[in-house]
């Protein structure tokens, strides 16, 4: 098996390989790590073994691929994937591009993998955020929600790797500065501040972030008259994004009930409210689960719940996401034979 991770160096990238390398549904496949013109050629070691980077343009020198992985920007994802899709099974896409395509799939893996079913070659993976948030409202459907309020609080790694350079660099900045004036300080700055728009603006003033977690949740969800009110804010944190949500159900529902469905859940890692420990991103980055806790009656939503989740959004929401994909893919016999445009 050929595997294809178009857009290795990145902060996503790297985690695919990652997993890729752990899942024992991959164990053997040849893993061919491409990036742009600049990095080719250089050496990437992951898990102790050692990638020489290849051009995206000597992807079809090396084709045809069992699975592609593209974790590029919209804008090269748009000139990617369609090649792509002619040299592969089945390409994986992370970018926003196809995500509410009605033709293609967007799947977040354990909640709706039915729709794999309906893939002709291509699978969009979902907003790291929008990955989390399905993850607590997929076994919540049975109650059927309705209205959901979300502010995030989304790490600097969900803005790329040379977002992290930018706060290590702010961050020492601060530390050495005697006193912090207008020279160190702005508006703009990750470090030491809450930046309380992701994306551009888009309609009603709603940002690029925003929308996603509303129109790709209920694509995801099957819940087309879902309501989704969202804040998303980027806050000085490494790896791992945060959320507080409350929900709406179509009849009222008991606090314990909602707890005893996302107990339920393998994806979800519960935190009594009696119990000491309490979801954090900090902790959520060190395992593959959503951590969820401080579940409480709504006081604005009768009969509804508040709750607090983390994930790590690097793995969870993006690249474990995508490696959980290819393998039900893979289990299901469709990413070695099945419908593909190409």
């Not at 196809?98 to 354990?110: H, I, M, Q, T, Y």
């Not at 907003?127 to 989304?154: D, K």
Request: proline share 6%; hydrophobic share 45%.
């Amino acid at each position: 098996m050929r595997i294809a991770v178009v857009g290795a160096t990145g902060l996503v990238g790297q985690r695919l390989i990652r997993y890729l390398l752990r899942e024992p549904a991959f164990a053997g496949a040849e893993i061919l790590p491409f990036a742009s013109e600049r990095s080719a050629g250089g050496e990437l070691t992951v898990e102790g073994q050692p990638f020489t980077v290849l051009s995206t343009a000597e992807l079809s020198a090396h084709a045809p691929y069992e699975v592609a992985f593209t974790a590029v920007g919209d804008q090269l994802s748009r000139t990617l994937v369609p090649e792509l899709r002619e040299m592969s099974r089945v390409v994986i896409d992370k970018s926003r591009t196809f995500r509410l395509d009605p033709e293609v799939p967007l799947v977040v893996a354990g909640v709706n993998d039915h729709a794999l079913r309906e893939h002709r070659g291509l699978v969009a993976n979902p907003n790291c955020s929008t990955i989390e948030l399905c993850h607590l409202l997929g076994p919540l459907r049975e109650l059927s929600p309705t209205r959901v309020l979300v502010a995030t609080y989304q790490s600097v790694s969900g803005a790329g790797q040379q977002a992290l350079v930018r706060f290590h660099r702010e961050l020492d900045q601060i530390a050495h500065a005697r006193d912090l004036d207008e020279k160190v300080l702005s508006p703009e700055m990750l470090a030491a501040n809450l930046i309380p728009q992701i994306g551009h603006l888009e309609e009603e003033g709603y940002a690029s972030e925003e929308e996603k977690l509303s129109e790709e949740s209920k694509k995801i969800l099957s819940l087309p008259h879902l309501r989704v009110e969202a804040t998303a804010v980027r806050v000085p944190v490494f790896v791992g994004h945060a959320m507080a949500v409350t929900v709406e159900f179509a009849r009222p529902a008991d606090p314990a009930e909602v707890e005893r469905l996302l107990r339920a859940s393998p994806h979800i890692r519960y935190f009594p409210q009696a119990g000491d420990a309490l979801p954090s991103p900090l902790t959520a980055a060190t395992h593959d689960q959503v951590e969820v806790g401080r579940l409480r009656p709504s006081r604005v939503f009768a009969g509804g719940v508040s709750l607090f989740a983390c994930a790590d959004n690097l793995g969870i929401g993006a690249a474990l996401n995508g490696v959980r994909i290819a393998r039900a893919l893979v289990r299901e016999g469709q990413a070695v034979g099945g419908e593909s445009d190409g």
